[in-house]
């Protein structure tokens, strides 16, 4: 029985990996069209307000949630490096 409980938590676990993933995949493909607009526009990679004001909203949504402010914001500064990144990469492209 409690391997068939395990399983099921395993399944659930494995279920929300994919929908992470498949959201990350959508939430990229429209950074990338923002750093393309960016690099178009002469517009700067980089927004550090806006940043600063998306942490803050998500280190309050995480805390409504139950889950740690911090872990969130850690996961939020590593995925907007990643955008950062692109929106250098597309800058310098054109």
Same mark, same amino acid.
């Given at each position: 029985? @409690?391997?068939?409980q395990l399983e099921q938590y395993r399944s659930s676990i494995d279920?929300?990996?994919a929908a992470l993933i498949l959201l990350l995949a959508e939430r990229f493909?429209?950074?990338? @069209?923002v750093g393309t607009y960016k690099a178009a526009n002469d517009l700067p990679?980089?927004?550090? @307000?806006?940043?600063?004001?998306?942490i803050a909203r998500l280190r309050e949504l995480?805390?409504?949630a139950d889950l740690d402010p911090a872990f969130s914001e850690s996961f939020?500064?590593?995925?907007?490096a990643e955008v950062i990144h692109h929106h250098?990469?597309?800058s310098a492209e054109y």
């Open positions: 029985m @409690a391997d068939e279920n929300i990996d493909k429209i950074t990338k @069209a990679p980089a927004d550090p @307000a806006r940043e600063e004001i998306q995480a805390a409504s939020l500064r590593f995925i907007i250098e990469q597309a």
